[in-house]
């Protein structure tokens, strides 16, 4: 059996002396500590518990800053067991202030450091609708120069809520105050009412508007009472006209004109077969 080889007594000290030097014991002179934490830039490579004086140690910036020319971003264990380096040698990016709008404005306030991650968001002014993305915030490409994460909303004109009586949009979830231009949102009308002209079609029939540009819709929809019978102008003058949905002195009005018309084409087909 071969045993391990034993160092003599003057080597066995020689290498305590060593590992003394190259490992000093926690708090003792002549090192230093873990390296200082940045919130501006992180250590590159693995970290010790403890370093010697004269150790360099490098840090990189953290995303959001850049490395200030300058400057150096080394940091050295000095002689009094503490590090020393250029205080903020990593800079914040920064964006330029954000663009003003027309019709608009934002919640950036004078004098605000635009630096990166910073979100601005936008609004439009009653009566004008957001057209783009409402809020941009400050982010960099080159992890050197800032810029905004996409151009500013814009503010055009918008369409008010519209009024239909008797009529209600097909999807209440759509309904808001204001509609963007040319968004179009379709209408029917409520139970027992249908469109107006539209007669022939059931009472489910659906009917769209769009926003136009000049801030008007196209022509609203009229849901008009429906008939309960399709001959209602034919009911003779002593009956009531309740169910008809029209006062009865109307409906006599009218029938006058409907005899009146009828009279008319009587007349007319007489001639023709003369």
Known sequence: ?????????????????????????????????????????????????????????????????????????????????????????????????????????????IGDDFSFGLKVTYKCDQGFSLIGEASIHCTTKDNVNGEWSGPAPECKVGCLK?????GNLLNALDEKMWYSVNETIPFKCSPGYQLSSHSHLPETDIFSITCLQDGRWTALPKCNKQSTSDVCEMVPENREFTECGMPAEKLRTLLEVQKLYLEIEKLKQELKSQ
């Not at 000095?78 to 202030?97: G, L």
């Not at 519209?162 to 008797?166: F, Q």
């Open 1 to 109: 059996m071969v045993s391990a080889p034993r160092c003599p007594p003057g080597a066995r000290g020689l290498l305590a002396l060593l590992l003394l030097l190259l490992l000093p014991l926690p708090g003792a002179r002549g090192q230093c500590g873990s390296p200082p934490r940045l919130s501006f830039a992180e250590v590159t490579g693995k970290k010790w518990s403890r370093y010697l004086v004269g150790y360099t140690l490098s840090y990189s910036c953290r995303p959001g800053y850049t490395l200030d020319p300058r400057k150096s971003p080394v940091v050295i264990c000095d002689a009094d067991s503490t590090w020393s380096f250029d205080p903020e040698f990593c800079v914040a990016i920064s964006c330029r202030p954000p663009p003003d709008i027309t019709h608009g404005s934002n919640n950036a306030l």
């Open 162 to 166: 519209p009024e239909v009586p008797n």
